[in-house]
């Protein structure tokens, strides 16, 4: 006990003098630092310039369509031509060249095949040797290869 000592209560108690603040003052505030408004309790509140820490929103709900895929839209059309080969036969035939483009009668050129060569040899075995060069002069023994007169492409072939 601090008897009739200054500062001290009725029953031994420390005690503050009225005229000292409750809690030390505050020292002024750094360069470029917003000070801290005090209220009336002392003890130093956030400013309204503080940062907001609140949680963010929630996300959208979940849309049960979100993975569905959507119509297809009308689509310009394409148009794929397919080129083929025109049937021929063993005599010209009239047709539209696929190369120019031109109506034309084909022109042949007769060239000997396998069928040919099997047809000599037959008439070579069967004792008719001495006509083995007739399939070589008849055009049904050979095949037959059509071209355009104009262009001169390949239009296809006959194997007769």
């Not at 209560?9 to 009225?18: C, H, N, R, S, Y």
């Not at 505030?29 to 956030?46: E, I, L």
């Not at 049960?64 to 895929?69: F, L």
């Not at 007169?149 to 296809?156: D, E, F, L």
Request: charged letters at 10%; hydrophobic letters at 30%.
């Amino acid at each position: 006990m601090n008897p009739g000592g200054k500062g001290s209560g009725p029953e031994g108690f420390q005690t503050q003098p009225l005229n000292q603040l409750p809690y030390p003052a505050q020292s002024p505030p750094y360069p470029g630092q917003v000070p801290v408004a005090t209220t009336g309790g002392g003890y130093p509140h956030a400013t309204t310039n503080a940062p907001n820490y609140a949680h963010p929103p929630p996300p959208p709900p979940y849309d049960a369509n979100s993975n569905v895929i959507p119509p297809a839209q009308t689509a310009a059309t394409t148009y794929v031509q397919v080129v083929t080969r025109p049937q021929v036969g063993p005599d010209p035939a009239s047709m539209v060249c696929p190369s120019c483009t031109k109506h034309v009668i084909t022109r042949l050129d007769y060239e000997t095949s396998t069928k040919t060569h099997v047809a000599a040899g037959l008439l070579c075995l069967f004792i008719c040797w001495p006509c083995f060069w007739i399939p070589y002069v008849i055009d049904s023994c050979k095949n037959a290869n059509h071209y355009c007169p104009n262009c001169g492409a390949y239009i296809g072939t006959y194997r007769g």
